[in-house]
């Protein structure tokens, strides 16, 4: 097989060709810049000095081209550049997955009041096949592979939603996430002398990744219409931790609660269940895991879920291959370390 990354010096992009070098059934890489005009050669090892060993030609982007010498093309740019790219893939069904947020939402205007920039006609925003690799079978065609906040609430939120335990009206999401999210491009919160010691929350009920929550939260439960969802930033590299509160029905209790994670993830290979002690971090690190715990405090009547992923691998390059695997019926775990990088 052979596959295409545009946009590969990102964070995302960057560990996800490292996913894909390891991967055994992929064959060939091939790496195309996502800017049309590039005045001079560019080389994978000019833009990420981690790879000074390989000489590997960063292409200009030609849609005929890139289908032409590729099975799979893997989009890890930023938002508004595929919206403009999508139709010819889409036209033609060739594989696509996709890592940035615009082929997730199916509103063309929640699009573009949430990314505030200009929304893919809703005719191939309908064709993308939103790709939460735990639950969406995706087949070959374009994937929008999903969030990383997204990712780790709705896997916390998905026994409670789909065997309707909880008031949908009472989910409060409160998630944090490591440096690395905010990708490489420097900012004022992204200076060390500023994050280190510090937790600063930020984009409170802007976050993007809002929409894409409760789009698929209503796919599971048509009652859900909102959620209170609050982002912080910590100084840690990489790491998503979502601690989320909701309100159980009447009679709800801790065994059902059990019973309902048990279904939903006991056969699952990448969601894991800490029944003693709570999830860490550090426990999902360079993995594609997400570990989840819950509790049911009787006094406040809350229950807690807590979620954690790794945000460049579950909540972007990981699941991303695991998308890969779905769509091509091979293994899930293919290219994909089964062992987090802990301690």
Not at 90 to 99: K, R, S
Not at 107 to 114: H, L, R, T, V
Not at 140 to 153: E, I, S, W
Request: aromatic content about 10%.
């Amino acid at each position: 097989m052979n596959a295409a990354i545009i946009g590969v010096t990102g964070y995302s992009g960057t560990v996800l060709y490292q996913l894909l070098s390891q991967h055994p059934v992929v064959e060939n890489i091939h790496l195309y810049g996502h800017q049309k005009d590039v005045a001079k050669p560019r080389f994978l090892n000019d833009e990420v000095e981690a790879f000074c060993d390989r000489r590997i030609l960063i292409e200009p982007y030609d849609v005929r081209k890139t289908m032409a010498e590729n099975d799979v093309v893997f989009f890890a740019t930023p938002a508004g550049v595929t919206s403009k790219l999508a139709k010819p893939y889409l036209e033609t069904g060739f594989p696509v997955i996709d890592l940035s947020g615009d082929m997730r939402l199916k509103d063309p205007a929640a699009y573009e009041k949430w990314y505030h920039k200009d929304a893919a006609p809703a005719a191939e925003l309908a064709q993308a096949q939103y790709g939460l690799a735990d639950f969406n079978a995706v087949q070959k065609g374009y994937v929008a592979n999903p969030g990383c906040y997204a990712t780790a609430t709705l896997l916390g939120l998905a026994p409670l939603i789909k065997q309707h335990l909880i008031d949908p009206d009472s989910i409060i999401v409160d998630a944090k996430s490591g440096l690395s999210g905010a990708g490489k491009k420097l900012t004022t919160s992204s200076h060390f002398a500023w994050i280190n010691e510090n937790s600063q929350p930020y984009k409170v009920n802007q976050h993007q990744h809002i929409p894409e929550i409760i789009q698929q939260l209503q796919v599971w439960d048509q009652n859900v219409k909102a959620l209170q969802f609050t982002t912080t930033l910590i100084p840690v590299t990489r790491g998503i931790m979502a601690s989320i509160y909701a309100k159980p029905l009447p009679g709800v209790d801790e065994i059902q609660l059990d019973k309902a994670f048990e279904e939903c993830y006991g056969k699952r290979r990448f969601v894991r269940l800490i029944k003693n002690g709570w999830p860490s971090i550090k426990e999902v690190s360079h993995s594609n895991f997400c570990d989840l715990g819950w509790a049911l405090d009787p006094n406040s009547h809350t229950i807690l879920v807590v979620s954690v992923i790794d945000n460049l691998m579950k909540g972007a390059a990981g699941q991303a291959v695991q998308n890969l695997n779905h769509m091509f019926e091979l293994d899930e775990t293919l290219g994909l370390p089964m062992i987090p990088s802990w301690p």
